[in-house]
């Protein structure tokens, strides 16, 4: 997958390619589009490559909608926005994202 992050406020644009590891169940065939709000602590400076890790699937309550925790950094997380009537984010457990570029 590609994925685009930019940070509210100040910052470059950066991008990511990423890898859906675990899944619950086959996600539809062709492409799909899923958005996620990065959650994080305010006070944190954000550094080129923040997003460049493995998460991993958080418990949630019935109704919640799960997010997905950052494994070296905690205080990460990717909480799913997409909702297109299939829910597809709801099968995925686990991926991983590599910076690979920033803007200027």
Known sequence: MTCGFKPAGT???EKYSGNIHE???DLPPGKIVLIWTVLGPAEVK???GILA???VKAT???GQTPLLVGEKNPSI???FETNDGAAP???INQI???LTGTSA
Request: glycine share 4%; proline share 4%; net charge negative.
């Open 11 to 13: 910052g470059s644009e």
């Open 23 to 25: 899944s619950s169940r």
């Open 46 to 48: 954000i550094q080129a």
């Open 53 to 55: 890790q493995r998460y």
């Open 60 to 62: 949630s309550a019935p």
């Open 77 to 79: 997380a990717l909480q």
């Open 89 to 91: 984010y709801e099968t």
């Open 96 to 98: 991983e994202l590599q």
